[in-house]
């Protein structure tokens, strides 16, 4: 499964999951970019062990929801590395809140670092993968709830769910060009985004009585499914989503 040779682009590579796909591709020997938008000693302690392991890791300071900011990520990536190949669009935010409470303001928001985010950093990678000629993947860490509704977090279901068509159209548009896009829907993963639930033992129970694999996923299970699904070993897998959810969505009755 090696990505000898390849760059890869992590947004929101700084913390939890993002942090975990980092250091997964960097360990298979791709040179990675981990965005960061406000953590950046998180970001330079991960990219710290990748170079000390011989890896090769660029730190960029990027708000995705800014179209300017995401192309300037794979600018400096292409400046510093030559190329692009892998793009993950991890970067994610969440606002729980009952729907008449929403305002503009947090909708913009969660659609602008969820939705928009991933849509013109797809963009402009695309624009450089078409340029190098050789194809590329693109990987949206997406939700279980871009299919599983979830009461009380309309907005951040809205994202996911145009997230998951945004990857099945792409994957028409793209192929032609070699270019593969797949989502990654996580189930509950222990990381800073769900850290008030997993603090709460009540909750906690509540959450495991729902995956029958009887645990929370870790960031490695995530980051072991991106190295997979960018390698050469699923070549032909594109425009569908992995849910990798310890059986949570068959739980629900979804799939
Ligand atoms: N943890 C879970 O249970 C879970 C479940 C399903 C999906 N996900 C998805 O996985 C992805 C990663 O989430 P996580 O659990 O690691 O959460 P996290 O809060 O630990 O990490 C989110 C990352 O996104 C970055 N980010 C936030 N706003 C940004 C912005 N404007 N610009 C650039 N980066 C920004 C943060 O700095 C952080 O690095 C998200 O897309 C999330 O929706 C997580």
Redesign the pocket.
């Known amino acids: 499964m090696s990505l000898q040779g390849k760059v890869a682009l992590i947004?929101?590579?700084?913390?939890?999951?993002?942090?975990?796909i980092a250091q997964r591709l960097a360990r298979e020997g791709a040179a990675v970019t981990l965005?960061?938008?406000?953590?950046r000693a998180?970001?330079d302690t991960i990219a710290a062990g990748i170079t000390s392991q011989g890896g090769k890791a660029l730190v960029l300071q990027?708000?995705?929801?800014?179209v300017a900011?995401v192309q300037s990520l794979v600018s400096q990536t292409v400046q510093t590395f030559g190329r692009l190949d892998i793009l993950v669009?991890?970067?994610?935010?969440?606002e729980p809140m009952p729907f008449l409470e929403v305002t503009e303001a947090s909708f913009d928001?969660q659609i602008?670092?969820?939705l928009k985010?991933a849509y013109f950093a797809a963009q402009a990678a695309v624009r450089q993968l078409i340029a190098q000629g050789g194809g590329g993947c693109i990987i949206n860490?997406?939700?279980?709830?871009e299919d599983l509704p979830m009461v009380g977090n309309a907005v951040?279901c809205a994202a996911?769910g145009g997230l998951r068509m945004l990857t099945r159209t792409l994957a028409s548009e793209l192929a032609p060009h070699g270019i593969r896009i797949v989502n990654i829907?996580?189930?509950?993963?222990?990381?800073?985004?769900?850290a008030a639930t997993l603090a709460d033992p009540l909750k906690t129970r509540a959450l495991l009585a729902e995956i029958p694999l009887g645990r929370?996923?870790l960031?490695e299970d995530?980051a072991n499914t991106v190295a997979w699904l960018v390698s050469d070993q699923a070549s032909y897998i594109t425009g569908t989503t992995l849910f990798v959810d310890g059986g949570l969505m068959v739980a629900a009755g979804t799939l």
């Open positions: 947004t929101g590579g700084s913390l939890g999951i993002g942090a975990a965005d960061y938008h406000t953590h998180a970001a990027a708000d995705v929801s800014q900011g669009n991890n970067a994610g935010i969440e928001r602008g670092v969820d985010g860490i997406s939700s279980v709830h951040y996911k829907a996580p189930g509950a993963i222990a990381t800073p985004i769900n929370i996923g960031p995530i």
